[in-house]
């Protein structure tokens, strides 16, 4: 269990360090999570034109649905599924099933050098812009001979799930990302493509090599992403995320890694080259990492406990430094407190299950369309056509393969949630309620405390 006292907080650099496993700032009694502040830029939605209103949500009308999931709103199954490293040598692949970095950390205190540049918001979009998600596909068929997508129901970043996650819980947030259903899968693709983070300031990247280490697969890894499969509100879901890094050993017990089994089949036509070198790592020894000035105060669990949820992460690094120079760095397992924010969570998370169920209804009864999902700050959840180039989920051949195998169990997706009143498709536009850290310069952006959910706003820490 996390535990922390506020009062306690050493603000002045030359803090000793606290014990391992205790956080600064407890998350209990307060609901928490992904709070506005009001010093918060708030993000503007691209300048890509909307497209027309297809249909939207409001919190007042999926309420009445959100009682079906009672008992159900809890994640349960969670496992890995399959896992990827991408790196810059070009033409650009996926390293299968890659490996995270390993947390090595030197001695304290460490003095480290400070972010400077501009720093990709996606790596898969900036690699695989046409299709973004297909990386995430071929690997978990690479590693899986016998995956069966006719099980899925939902797959996608968990940045995607977390902006739904934000609107059922009446988070301010400004977001758009893709939708399309293949066979029986709703897909939730970010749409990042060349987004570019610019004059991003702060120690989190420096922190990153300097306190972990990656083996070669193949090349420098510049990103290792997971794809995790869990089962929340009647629905398997597959969710991809960006993985800092694992423990080698937890509570003293080496993390056992396995040499991985390949598909031998040969991949289809339009297929991302992909290299076959790493490790199989286990989920439960996956770790995320949180830098902050000990000068600007606590890293606050309740503001990253609901993204740990989504993608079912165990352990939370949190590192407080004096310009760059980090002598209070923590390693704790979060295991229980991510149950724990479950359970005092759960009116959102029903509301947060019935929403995945319509999107999947409403998406493919407009399935002759191309949709995207769009939400401007406290909003209606929007789903509305995309404008401009046509974007797909996977290119022709591998949605083939997705709904060959897709096939036999078609009817699953088909009979969930519909009606009879409801088997009308669209373009009819329908509306569901009446409802409508620390850098030296004082002066810039600090990026340490930031990550992709708030996407690099600079006012985090």
């Not at 016998?146 to 902006?163: E, K, Q």
């Not at 998406?363 to 974007?391: D, N």
């Not at 990026?447 to 820490?461: I, K, M, P, V």
Request: glycine fraction near 8%.
């Amino acid at each position: 269990m996390i535990h922390g006292d506020l009062s306690n907080l050493r603000r002045e650099c030359g803090a000793s360090s606290s014990a391992k496993g205790s956080f600064r700032g407890s998350w209990r009694g307060s609901k928490g999570g992904w709070h506005h502040r009001k010093n918060r830029i708030s993000k503007k939605a691209d300048e890509v034109p909307l497209g027309r209103l297809v249909t939207e949500f409001t919190l007042k009308g999926i309420a009445s649905s959100a009682a079906v999931f009672a008992g159900e709103a809890r994640i349960t199954n969670c496992a890995y599924a399959a896992s990827y490293s991408l790196n810059d040598e070009k033409p650009f692949k996926v390293v299968v099933p890659g490996q995270p970095a390993a947390w090595k950390p030197p001695p304290l205190p460490c003095q480290l050098p400070g972010d400077r540049g501009d720093y990709m918001r996606d790596q898969n979009s900036a690699r695989f812009p046409d299709h973004p998600i297909q990386p995430a596909v071929q690997a978990l068929f690479a590693l899986d001979e016998t995956f069966d997508p006719s099980n899925v129901d939902v797959i996608g970043c968990a940045s995607s799930l977390g902006d739904i996650l934000r609107f059922v819980r009446l988070i301010d947030s400004t977001f758009r990302f893709d939708v399309e259903v293949v066979g029986n899968t709703l897909f939730l693709i970010r749409n990042c493509q060349n987004d570019v983070i610019p004059d991003v300031r702060g120690f989190g990247h420096s922190f990153l090599n300097a306190f972990t280490s990656s083996k070669p697969n193949g090349g420098m890894t510049k990103s290792h992403q997971r794809v995790v499969s869990y089962d929340f509100g009647d629905l398997r879901c597959l969710v991809r995320f960006e993985c800092d890094g694992y423990l080698t050993s937890c509570d003293g017990i080496n993390t056992h890694v396995i040499e991985p089994q390949f598909n031998l089949s040969a991949p289809p036509p339009e297929s991302i080259t992909v290299q076959k070198a790493g490790m199989l790592v286990p989920q439960d020894s996956v770790l995320e990492i949180k830098t902050k000035s000990q000068t600007r105060g606590e890293i606050q669990m309740s503001d990253h406990l609901p993204r740990l949820w989504v993608r079912q992460i165990p352990h939370f690094v949190t590192a407080y430094h004096c310009h760059g120079t980090f002598q209070d760095v923590q390693v704790g397992n979060i295991s229980k407190d991510l149950i724990e924010w479950e359970t005092q969570h759960q009116d959102e998370l029903k509301s947060f299950a019935s929403i995945l169920h319509q999107l999947i209804t409403e998406v493919k009864r407009a399935s002759h369309l191309k949709l995207e999902i769009f939400r401007e700050g406290l909003g209606p959840l929007q789903i509305r056509e995309r404008t401009g180039a046509p974007r797909h989920a996977l290119s022709n051949s591998w949605r083939d393969r997705w709904v060959v195998r897709a096939e036999p169990n078609l009817q699953r997706l088909t009979t969930r949630g519909d009606s009879d009143e409801d088997s009308e498709p669209y373009p009819s536009t329908r509306i569901s309620s009446d409802e409508s850290d620390g850098s030296m310069d004082d002066f810039s952006l600090d990026y340490t405390a930031c990550g992709h959910e708030c996407g690099y706003c600079g006012h985090c820490a």
